[in-house]
């Protein structure tokens, strides 16, 4: 069955400090992974994808197909990092549709 | 506002109802997908139409159902309402059907069921 888990619901850090947003998946194949970020009123837009490889305001996300995750990294967060991230895959099963992790709260302070 | 829109923004109805949901795709997009966003099963993929037709299904209840019509606006239809069908509706579009395509999200529509 194709899942996302995302473990953490919420993730409190200083800024400054590293973070680190976990996503594990289960899919039989090789899925598109995402992350997706939705901060306080916008709507839900997309971070970074693993195929991109790039980095965005400073996030970088590795795919390590062996232990089938995708966490999102950044060393220093800063407090506009604040927000709701959720990792997506998306396969054939699925179509091109996304199936979506249940998201994990960022919130960083000073 | 070129990007995709939703319309209404709430949606207050009673059990057993009908309701309309409405998505315009951005400029261009071809592709438009339905999510239901509740507070137990997270984001959830309902269904998507590409270019007029139906092209995947997802967790969609047969008494939900959705179509994209010539101008490429889609409308999801939800009957015989019940409580938990509660939850925020999104709407993507993209431009093509591709898992390697951006998918843009509307702003949601917000039902509540009582």
């Known amino acids: 069955a194709q899942r996302v888990t995302q473990p953490e619901k919420l993730l409190s850090v200083f800024k400054g400090a590293p973070v680190e947003l976990k996503c594990n998946y289960s899919?039989?194949?090789?899925?598109?992974l995402f992350w997706y970020v939705q901060y306080s009123r916008q709507r839900l837009q997309l971070l970074l994808r693993?195929?991109s490889r790039e980095s965005i305001k400073g996030f970088t996300a590795d795919l390590n197909k062996g232990e089938t995750s995708f966490h999102l990294k950044k060393p220093f967060a800063q407090e506009e990092d604040s927000a709701m991230y959720y990792c997506?895959?998306?396969?054939?099963?699925?179509?091109?549709?996304?199936?979506f992790g249940k998201g994990t709260t960022l919130s960083v302070s000073s | 506002d070129s990007g995709v829109t939703q319309t209404p923004k709430h949606l207050i109805t009673a059990t057993g109802q009908r309701v309309t949901l409405r998505c315009s795709p951005r400029?261009?997009?071809?592709?438009v997908y339905w999510y239901q966003q509740s507070l137990d099963q997270g984001l959830q993929f309902l269904i998507q139409?590409?270019?007029?037709?139906?092209?995947a299904k997802g967790n969609i209840l047969e008494r939900f159902s959705a179509q994209q019509f010539p101008d490429l606006h889609s409308e999801l239809n939800l009957s015989s309402l019940e409580l938990g069908d509660s939850a925020l509706y999104f709407c993507?579009?993209?431009?093509?059907?591709?898992?390697?395509?951006?998918?843009?999200f509307g702003p949601g529509t917000r039902l509540t069921v009582l």
């Open positions: 693993h195929i």
């Open positions: 997506a895959l998306s396969g054939y099963q699925a179509g091109t549709a996304l199936i």
């Open positions: 139409y590409y270019n007029g037709e139906e092209r």
């Open positions: 993507a579009s993209s431009a093509r059907d591709s898992r390697l395509n951006e998918q843009f």
């Open positions: 899919y039989s194949g090789s899925p598109e």
């Open positions: 400029s261009g997009d071809l592709s």
